[in-house]
């Protein structure tokens, strides 16, 4: 089993910056590829960003990339997101995800333990 839980998450207007973090207990975290996804209301769920163990392979979502960063300190067991320009369409709850048995990172089926999720809202 494992926990994750993030933080970091809150109200910020249209060009501000937010670093959400995700830590995670249960399991030797720097074993396995850590993302983050969205979720705004009404629609459907969205990938962010990816990193895999040792951060070899980075990977972003479309609408995110330049914009944000993710990264991961193993010995901490946390994965962080930068956030930076930040635009009202980012406005959703962020979760981060564990992947155990590998698969595509930009799909929601590669991760097998979520995060509860913090909610992130820019004000325009």
């Known amino acids: 089993q494992v926990q994750l839980v993030e933080s970091g998450g809150g109200l910020v207007q249209a060009g501000g910056s937010l670093r959400l973090s995700c830590s995670a207990s249960?399991?030797?975290?720097?074993?396995?590829?850590m993302g983050w996804f969205r979720q705004a209301p009404g629609k459907e769920r969205e990938f962010v960003a990816a990193v895999t163990r040792t951060a070899a392979w980075i990977f972003y979502g479309d609408s995110v990339k330049g914009r944000f960063t993710i990264s991961r300190d193993n010995a901490k067991n946390t994965v962080y997101l930068q956030m930076n320009s930040l635009k009202s369409e980012d406005t959703a709850v962020y979760s981060c995800a564990i992947s155990i048995s590998g698969g595509d990172l930009k799909t929601g089926p590669a991760y097998a333990y979520w995060g509860q999720g913090t909610q992130v809202t820019v004000s325009s």
């Open positions: 249960g399991r030797t975290f720097s074993t396995y590829a």
